[in-house]
């Protein structure tokens, strides 16, 4: 498993954006596949966007696409979530998680997690 702290959050009018960032700790980042979730308040934590350890996939949920981008650096042994024209639906903890040499988009598919950075967008 991986250590993983999140940064970034923060209250944002809607139609701003926001940076996200996930710091892993250890030698084998690279092989993990790594995701971002959210827990919407009063809500399950739902999925919102990975990208394969090998690099050369990402996917999103239907809800972001177009808005959000994931992209990893391996030599910094970071993720980062690119939030752009955010709504107030997108107000949540958001969450990284790594899944080594897998892959997925089930939080049940991804064993490391970090502690959740709170996003707040107002209207």
């Known amino acids: 498993q991986v250590h993983l702290v999140e940064s970034g959050g923060g209250l944002v009018q809607a139609g701003g954006s926001l940076r996200l960032s996930c710091v892993a700790s250890?030698?084998?980042?690279?092989?993990?596949?790594m995701a971002w979730f959210r827990q919407p308040p009063g809500k399950e934590r739902e999925f919102v966007a990975g990208?394969?350890?090998?690099?050369?996939?990402?996917y999103y949920a239907d809800s972001v696409k177009g808005r959000f981008t994931i992209s990893r650096d391996n030599a910094q042994n970071t993720v980062y979530l690119q939030m752009n024209s955010l709504k107030p639906e997108d107000t949540a903890v958001y969450y990284c998680?790594?899944?080594?040499w897998g892959t997925g988009s089930s939080a049940v598919d991804f064993g490391s997690w970090g502690q959740g950075t709170q996003v707040t967008v107002s209207s």
């Open positions: 250890g030698r084998t980042f690279s092989s993990y596949t």
């Open positions: 998680a790594g899944n080594r």
């Open positions: 990208r394969s350890w090998s690099g050369g996939r990402t």
